[in-house]
């Protein structure tokens, strides 16, 4: 997936502030799925403030960084939570797992 530096710092601090309010490792595997565990490894790619970055992503760990944005907005639901945890407003956050979803299903599509 191509990101933008934004995006990915948005994923980054995402899967950052999921993991400091979701603790317990058994209840993120649940949320997250048993790839969920590599999407710390998967954000920390390097960046160029300038440029966007192109991610390669399993299909699995495509679902694990919608369900967490997506539990993200459940844990927070008051845009000073968001912005203090995450960095982002809210809404910054739903667009990203919007067009996550809309990409991958424009890829699905395009796949066959």
Known sequence: ???TPSQLDLLGRSAG???ELVPDEAQRV?????EGE???TLFAVERDPDHSSDVRATDGQLRSVHALLVTLLALLPSERECVERVG???ANVSDVALGLRHGYAKAAVERG
Do not use: D, H, N, Q
Not at 30 to 34: A, R, W
């Open 17 to 19: 502030a999921f993991a």
């Open 30 to 34: 649940f949320v997250l799925g048993p």
């Open 1 to 3: 997936m191509r990101l």
């Open 88 to 90: 982002y407003f809210r």
């Open 38 to 40: 590599s999407l710390a």
